[in-house]
Every structure is written in C-alpha cells, then in structure tokens.
C-alpha cells in the first residue's frame, strides 16, 4: 500500500509544479548550449534574504522547482554518474512586470523522493 501512495503523492507533486494553477513557462538551455527544451514549473523572484548574521537583507533570490520526469521526456541531460547535474544550465521566465530574465544555476537541490529540483539561479551575462 505505502509504495502506491507514494507513486500518488509523486504524481500529485508533478501535478502541481507542472499545471497546478501557479505554473510558469520556464526555457532551460544546457550548460553546453546544445539543447534547449521548454516546460512548465513554478519560477520565482523576490528580494527578501539573510546576511551571515542572520539580518534580513535587500537581495535578490530567483528559483525554479521543476520536474525531473518532465525533463527527461523532453530528452534533456538531467543526470551526470547518476547524479542530478544542472549547474550553468541557462533559465530563462517571465517575471510579475513581464519582463523576461535570463538567469544561471548555481546550485541544485533535487528531492529524489518526489521527483523534484529546485535550482538557486544567479545572474546570467551573456559575455
């Protein structure tokens, strides 16, 4: 019983990151820009962080969570050595004044219970 509640609670979660009504159109380019693929995830942007001292700071904090499952059907390269390996992939969505922005992963956290990967962006030059 707990293994399909799990593979529901995995669904679900694809469900609402993917088409649950707080969806973004998110463009993922490849670190190598050979491929590029685009999906539907939630895409954020605010300016509410913490400075090493724990001091609430004006800074800007962009994310993504997206769907490994939905990757891998549009045939991109999610896994490297079987690990998750997004790092320099560039991001691109729209945000709240509908200005697109173009970011880069810095950092992945994939959730492999769920099928989840949240990516911390940071500013993309094109130089």
Known sequence: MSGKILALAREDSRMYITKGGFESDIT???ADGS???S???FATKHHISFDTDGTLVNAKNAHICISETELGELGFPVRVNEEIFLLDCVVTF???SSVIKTY???ES???E???LIVCILGDYNAS
């Open 28 to 30: 993922i380019k490849s």
């Open 35 to 37: 491929l590029t693929v």
């Open 109 to 111: 956290y994939p959730d």
């Open 39 to 41: 999906l539907t995830g």
């Open 94 to 96: 729209e945000d709240s």
């Open 113 to 115: 219970t769920l099928g």
């Open 104 to 106: 880069i992963v810095r």
